[in-house]
């Protein structure tokens, strides 16, 4: 099941999180933290500031703090999973904060047998490291050259993603950011490849996977949760985007905790 990732890195408790998941997908988002993009099995598609790279078994995306990112997996792939905070790496981001890689790709990380969903802090600072090693020995860096369009991106997105679960609509933060409807729509879906729209429902469709994995609550509770006034629409939306119904998938995943 797919977590929510804008928050990671900002958590003073945590300072890493560890995950694998299967066959997922995320749009555009950024946070504070570094994230590793390791393909455990199969191919996965990596966005990174608007440029779009392919990633086979073996390869990961090391994603600086505050990059906009998205990826897309095919059905089985599998995907380790590393956010860490900058505190985790204090050297390589004092050097290097105010810079970007040219690219964010390693190609080759030395297999995949080192990604443990029970690593500890000091395992995961030493494989920081050495993926920063070989980011520096593999690429050049550049300074981070934000323009308007970009900055502007940033805060499209980390509105969306503090209101999502509320009334959200583009002509809100229009009024909010005081910029034109239409233009705001352009930049947005220059910027992610989605509508306005489209994101907002695959972020709450997203947040109703989470809660229908984690919770007892109500498919009526959980599409109310996750912004949405009427239930045809969030099952119209669910099914749209996941290819099929909440009921369903909750019985799946029942189903799989009785077999284990």
């Not at 966005?47 to 995306?61: C, F, Q, R, V």
């Not at 220059?190 to 469709?205: A, H, K, P, S, W």
């Not at 099929?244 to 009785?258: G, I, Q, V, Y």
Request: charged letters at 20%.
């Amino acid at each position: 099941m797919m977590y929510f990732f804008q928050n990671y890195g900002s958590e003073k408790e945590t300072l890493f999180h560890v995950i694998q998941i299967k066959g997922e997908s995320f749009p555009s988002h950024f946070h504070r933290a570094y994230e590793v993009l390791l393909v455990l099995e199969g191919n996965l598609q990596v966005t990174i500031d608007g440029e779009s790279h392919p990633l086979k078994k073996g390869e990961a995306a090391f994603i600086f703090s505050n990059q906009i990112h998205s990826f897309q997996a095919e059905p089985n792939t599998q995907i380790g999973v590393l956010i860490a905070a900058p505190e985790v790496i204090p050297d390589f981001h004092q050097t290097y904060q105010q810079q970007r890689p040219a690219s964010n790709i390693i190609q080759d990380v030395g297999g995949t047998s080192w990604f443990s969903l029970t690593m500890g802090v000091y395992r995961v600072k030493a494989l920081l490291y050495t993926l920063c090693d070989l980011l520096v020995q593999q690429t050049s860096f550049k300074p981070i050259a934000d323009s308007e369009k970009s900055e502007l991106l940033h805060q499209m997105i980390s509105w969306m993603m503090s209101h999502y679960q509320r009334h959200c609509t583009l002509k809100q933060l229009a009024a909010e950011l005081a910029y034109d409807y239409k233009y705001l729509s352009k930049v947005f879906k220059q910027g992610t490849g989605m509508g306005f729209n489209e994101y907002v429902n695959t972020l709450r469709i997203l947040k109703a996977q989470e809660l229908l994995a984690d919770t007892d609550l109500s498919v009526q509770t959980i599409a109310h949760q996750c912004g949405y006034e009427s239930i045809r629409s969030f099952h119209r939306n669910y099914q749209q985007i996941t290819g099929t119904f909440p009921s369903e998938m909750r019985s799946s995943l029942k189903t799989k905790d009785f077999l284990h």
